[in-house]
Structures are given as C-alpha cells and as structure tokens.
C-alpha cells in the first residue's frame, strides 16, 4: 500500500501541478495528528489544574470542566493558525499561477513582436519595434533581452542607397524608429521604464541617420565597426556615464556627427582605430573627465571638432594617430589638469588647430611625433601651466605655430627634437616666467622664429637655421 501511495504521488500530473497525497489519506492522518495533540494537551492541562488544586488549603478535586474547555482552547488556538498557514499557502500558489500565467502571456508577446520584426512588410516590421519596446516596459525581468533584439536588428546588414542591390524598401524608417525608441527611453534616468541603467551594442550597425539627444547612457555602450555613412546622427548633450563607451574601428565616412555639449563621465572612452575620412563630427562643447583614447586613429579628410570642449583632470590617447587630411579643431576648448598625448602622431597634410585654447596645469605631449606636412596652430592659446612637449619629434615640412600665444608659468620643450624643414614660430608671444628650450634638439634647415621668454639651447646644434627674434611682448618689470 505504501508503494502504491508513493508511485501516485510520484506520477506527473502536470508541470506546474504539485504532487499532493489522496484527500482520504491526508484526513486519516489530520484526525490522528489532532487526537494525540488534544491527548498531550489535555494531560497537561489536567497536570497543571491538579498542582493548583494541590497547593489550596484545603485541598481541592480538579475540574474537569476547566481542563476541557484549555484544551479545546489551545486546539482552536492551533487549528487557526495553521488555518492561517493554509491560507498564506494558498495564495502563494495562487499569485504563483497568476506570474506563471503571466510569463506565458509575455513570452507569447515576445514571440509575436519577434515575427513581426522578421516580416518582408516595413509596416509589419514597425508594428514589431514597438510592440518589442512596450513589451521591454512591461517585462523588466528581460528588458535586456528585448534591447539585444532591437539593437541586434540595428546590426543587421543595410544598404542606405536605393538605387544599389540589397536595398530594402521601407527600411531606412524602420531603423530609424528603433533608434528613436532607444532615445525616448533614455531621457529619464528614474523612470520605471528607462533603458538608461542597460547595455546597448551597436558593433557593426549602419547609420545614415537618427538622434540620441540628450539620451542617458549609465550601462556598457558598443559601437565597435560601426559606420555613420551619411544623414545626420546627433549625441548632443548625451550623457555617457557608464563603464565603459565603445567607438574602435568605427568609420566616420560621410554625413554628420554631432557630440555637442555631450558630457563623458565614463572612466572609459575609446575610438580606438576609428577612421575620420569624410564629414564632419563634432565635440563642440563637450566634457571629458575621464579616459578617452584616439589610439591608431586615421583623420584623412573628415572635419572633427572640439572647439569649447572641456577636458578636466582626464586623460585623452592621440597615440599613434594619422593626420594626413582634414582638420581636427581644438578652439577655445579648456585643459584643466589633463593630459593630452599624441605620442607617435603623424601629420602629413591635416591642420590641427588650439587656437584660443587654455590651458591650465596640462600636459600636451607630441613626444617622437612625425610632422611632414600640414599644420598645427596654438595662436592665441594660454598656457598658465603646465608643459607643451615635442620631445624627440622630427619636422620635415610642417609648421608649427604658437603666434600671440600667452606662456605664464609653462614650458615648451622641442628637447632632441628634429627640425629638417618646415617652421616653428612664436611670432608676438609673451612670456611671463614662461621656458621654451631646444636642448639637444638638430636644426638642420627650416625656420624658428620666436617672440621672447626664456629659451635654452643646451647642446643644440644648428646648421643652415634661421632664427627670426619678432616683436617682443615683455610683462612690466621683466
């Protein structure tokens, strides 16, 4: 019998069914169960009743009335806890049939959303992007999951240009309703429904077009091979505070970028290996204080500017990089404490251009640097601290310019740098306690040209160099 009870509990009766024993066994069980606890309890009871009784003077016979009305009390007392036990249980597996219910409710939206996303019809495929971003609002257990689709569907290969194969019609406004989706969920960070906390990955995705104004991006941000081909696709005022933010190898070929008065908290930023090579991107306005990395990149003909931005305590990587076309615009931007590499740098034809720049406490560093065409220009810029160094570079044809520039405390040091061509000039600048040294540096042809300060030439050699001494602004009392 017991074998026979245990195979009928054991037996499957559903997936979410529990395993219960027969209605008759578990009665035989609760009445037994009952009838020796009112036992325990109604000896005790009478034990109690009968020492009380003992320590009267005189003494006197134990009621049995009272000894059967604390029993049935102490029984009613456990029977309605336990009744209240039952009730919890029961609505425990109620609410749990109410989620399970749901869940299955969820998945098949999903799997619907999901088919719509697939269909040869752009209007079919709308209907699934927003179906998928209620869906995402409805369901945080797998919000994430319904982002990796969206995002996904991004990656997904695209032709922009109707008139070439692979073209799909409608398709362009499908993407670029997810990308509006993705913004409208990343405006407010304490929404129940904001995206902001998640992860987006764009790796490889097209876009010729779409805005990300003013989005909020606290989770990990990929953009590795992405390419912004044409349109106009705009960050401005974005927030980027996650760990980390991705544009390596990205490929900024035609169109507009815009990263205007977008703010970079994160620790981590990298467009490692992206390639600048039409179009135009802008940082204007933009704040750095953390790590941003330019590694190996290629400016072949893009305009990129940072004019107003603000670079406060972080760091910024152009090492290795390739000038060779284009211009990358620093104007009136703001060094406060950072450090700006472009170590190993190449300028072959681009203008790189500080003009107005301050910088306060930072060091730009063009350390083993190759300029062999094209320019970079610091008029105008101030620097009440900190140090310029072209350490080691060589200067085969470049110009290099620091006209009207302001040095109040800082140094310019072209210490074992090579100077074969090109000119280096400091026409009208004013040093104030400033140095500018050519130690150890080969100045072997081309021009230096310097406005006063402080220079040092220890251990400089110079054959075939003109130095031109311009007008000198000199502070009262120097």
Known sequence: MAVSLRRKREAPRGRYTPNLWPVWFVALVALIAAGALGWVIYHYAYDHFAQAAADQK??????INDVLKATVTALTLIGAVLAGLYAYRKQLLAEGDAHRADASQLADRYTTAAEQLGHDQ????????????????????????????????????????????????????????????????????????????????????????????????????????AKFSSGTVSFSGAEFSGPTVYFVGAEFSGGTVYFASAEFSSPNVYFDDATFSSGDVYFDDATFSGFVSFIDATFSGSAVSFTGATFSAGTVYFGDATFSAGTV?????????????????????????????????????????????????????????????????????????????????????????????????????????????????????????????????????FSGTTFEWGPLAVPAGA
């Open 58 to 63: 005189p003494p006197k016979p134990v009621n």
């Open 329 to 461: 615009h620093f104007g009136v931007a703001t060094f406060s404490g950072s450090t700006v590499h472009f170590v190993d740098s190449t300028f072959s034809g681009s203008l790189v251009n500080f003009s107005g720049a301050t910088f306060s406490g930072s060091l730009v560093n063009f350390g083993d640097a190759e300029f062999s065409a094209g320019t970079v220009h610091f008029g105008d810029a101030t620097f009440s601290a900190g140090t310029v160094s072209f350490g080691d570079a060589t200067f085969s044809g470049s110009t290099v310019s620091f006209t009207s520039t302001t040095f109040s405390g800082s140094t310019v040091s072209f210490g074992d740098a090579t100077l074969s061509a090109g000119t280096v000039s400091f026409g009208d600048a004013t040093f104030s306690a400033g140095t500018v040294s050519f130690g150890g540096a080969t100045l072997s042809a081309g021009t230096v040209s310097f406005g006063g300060g402080t220079t040092g030439f220890a251990a400089a050699r």
């Open 122 to 225: 752009a209007a079919v495929r709308l209907a699934g992007v927003y179906a998928l971003a209620r869906l995402a609002d409805d369901w945080a257990e797998q919000r994430q999951v319904c982002i990796d689709v969206l995002c996904a569907y991004l990656r997904m290969p695209y032709e922009p240009d109707p008139s070439l194969p692979g073209h799909k019609e409608g398709e362009r406004e499908v993407r670029h309703t997810i990308i509006q989706v993705i913004r409208d969920h990343l405006q407010e960070p304490d929404a129940a429904t904001a995206w902001c906390l998640h992860d987006f990955n764009f790796t490889g995705a097209v876009f010729d077009g779409g805005t990300f104004d003013a989005s909020h991006f606290r989770g990990k941000i990929t953009f590795f091979d």
